[in-house]
Each structure stands twice: as C-alpha cells, then as structure tokens.
C-alpha cells in the first residue's frame, strides 16, 4: 500500500503555485505579528496598500496581494485560490499564471488608488481616503481566476457550501455584486477590488493573454476573441443596449490608438464576432478534421499522377522527363508520371 506523505504533496504543486502559496503564508503571519505587537492600526504599510503611504512604497501595488490581515481571510484564501491556481498554470504554464496574477492584481490597486485620492480631492477628507484605508489580500485574483474559469468551462456546475449550484459563468458577476452591496453600506475597502480585478483580468483574457496552444499563419495568438466570452453577456438582458454602445465604442477607440492587438472586426454588439482569431482558428481545425474524415471514408484511389520537374538548367529550354511508379505487380501502386515542362 503506497503512503502519500505531505513531501509529495507539496512537490506534486506546480512551482509558482507552491511558491505564490508559500508567501502569502509567510508574509500574512509576519503581517498579523507585527499587528499584534502594536498599537498603531497598520503598522506594515510597505507591505498592504495604503493610498497616502504607497507613493513611497510602490511595490505595495503588488506585495498586497501576499497579505490577509486576519486568520480567518487566510483560511478563505488558502481554500480557494492555490488550487485554482494549481489548475491554471498546468494548463497556461507559469509564465502565463505570472503574467496573470501581476496584472489582474497590480492593475486592480492601481485603480483603487487613484479612486481614493480622486475622493480625496473631492471630499478633502484624507483621514478616510488616504490613511484610513489598506488594501490587501486576494479579493481582486479571487475574482480573477473565476472569469478564467467563466473562459475556460463556462458551463460547468458547481456547487457551493453542499448547498447552492451554479454554473462557472455566473460566479463573477455574483461576487461584483456582492462588492457593489458591500461598497453601497459603508465597506469600500477592500470589497471595491473585486469589481476592478474583474474587469482588468477580463481585458487581460479577452486582448493580450498569449494563446502558446493554438498558432495561426505561424505565430501565436492572442487573447479570446470568442461569442461566448462577450463582455456583454456577464450582464443580464435588460443591460446589454448600453453595455453593447459603450463597450463597440471603447472598442473602437482603443483600437485606433493602438491600446490592444489588432484581431480584424470584433464586435460585442449582438454577440457579433468578426474577424477573430479564435474563431478562425477553430474553424481551421474543423475544416481539417473534416478532409481527413473525408480522405478516410473514400476508398484509396487506383492511380494517381506525380509531377517531376526538372531542376532548372543553364539552357534556354530543358526536355521533358516521364518517370514511371512501379505497378502493383512490381511492389508498388500503378501509376505513370505526367510530363514537366517550363
């Protein structure tokens, strides 16, 4: 009987889900230490994000994201995000799962930021909006590999605390909403990266996130430009008319500077997509497996013609060469060589 020890079951995580895993324990018990030996109420700012502070300790725009402030967030945490990480890197690899967790997460501070000190210049309040709140921990990756999954297995069904069954694609609008309730009453930080975690990382997915899997005319493709990945079906029926405008129009803006990779005509209105390399990629493969389907049902052919061309020589005209396939009686196929000529 094998024994399964804890050594393997470490070894058998993929390596930036391990070591991603492995800092947030670390720097949420530094963090909860020092919490707990002083009286000041975020004595680390150069670990969280605190938007009065931060412009002296940028790396916090990221290093946030390793730090949950009490216990039982760290339990949440631990539950749900290394395994979903753990699925994404073997199926994107690491560099991908890299590239996701510091956009989705740096980008979502970014915002939070500059939302606070815009509220600052408005209100004039900087005890609130500037050192009275710290952003940190995993609200706004949590989000974020959910919309991976809304990407990658939309349909499937899960089912939440041995209760409640959802399917994949309606968990992230679920949890924005949860975040625009929780902001409405009173709790803008942290619950407001949630909503900005998932829009950056679905731009990351649907423009710039490098497909190495399928290649079109020789290179990679980027980003999924698919019907059922739209921006305007997160959102229930009665929002699409405007979602639809403004989503066409920031489209088309962006595309004319430059601001995303150019994939043709891509439209969300109506789930119109045109142009896109996913679908045309798709499309490839399907017509392929269909001739070879085809190529498979026909019985092989009895003859076939096999042109020879003649290397090209230094004179003006070259002679015509006839090259003859051994017949089947020879150990090969009947056939006969048709004629090359310039």
Not at 300 to 305: D, H, M, Y
Request: aromatic share 14%; hydrophobic share 45%.
């Amino acid at each position: 009987m094998a024994v399964f020890s804890p050594i393997q079951l470490i070894t058998s995580v993929p390596p930036v889900t391990r070591s991603f895993t492995a800092a947030t324990v670390l720097l949420s018990f530094f963090y909860i230490y020092l919490q707990w030996r002083s009286e000041i109420v975020y004595p680390v700012p150069y670990l969280t994000l605190v938007p009065g502070s931060s412009l002296f300790y940028p790396w916090t725009f990221f290093t946030s994201v390793f730090v949950e402030v009490t216990i039982y967030e760290l339990i949440f945490t631990l539950i749900m995000v290394p395994p979903c990480l753990r699925y994404l890197e073997r199926l994107w690899g690491g560099i991908e799962t890299i590239k996701f967790i510091v956009v989705t997460v740096t980008f979502a501070n970014i915002i939070a930021f500059a939302v606070n000190w815009i509220e600052f210049a408005v209100l004039r309040n900087a005890d609130l909006f500037l050192y009275g709140m710290q952003y940190h921990g995993q609200m706004a990756l949590q989000v974020g590999v959910l919309v991976a999954f809304t990407q990658l297995i939309p349909e499937h069904q899960v089912q939440l605390f041995g209760v409640i069954r959802a399917r994949v694609k309606t968990l992230p609008m679920a949890y924005v909403t949860l975040s625009t309730v929780m902001c409405i009453v009173g709790f803008q930080c942290p619950f407001i990266v949630i909503q900005f975690g998932w829009f950056v990382s679905w731009i990351w997915l649907r423009f710039y996130k490098k497909n190495t899997s399928e290649t079109l005319s020789g290179g990679p493709t980027y980003g999924d430009r698919s019907e059922t990945f739209a921006l305007v079906n997160s959102f229930p029926p009665f929002l699409h008319t405007p979602i639809t405008f403004l989503a066409n129009t920031t489209h088309k803006y962006a595309s004319q500077f430059h601001l995303i990779p150019s994939a043709g005509a891509d439209l969300e209105a109506n789930h119109t997509q045109l142009g896109s390399t996913r679908a045309e990629a798709e499309r490839r493969r399907a017509m392929a497996l269909k001739a070879l389907d085809q190529r498979l049902a026909n019985p092989a052919n009895t003859s076939s013609t096999v042109q020879a061309p003649r290397p090209p020589s230094s004179t003006s005209s070259s002679k015509a060469e006839t090259t003859k396939i051994p017949d089947e009686h020879e150990g090969g196929d009947l056939g006969t060589a048709g004629k090359a000529s310039r």
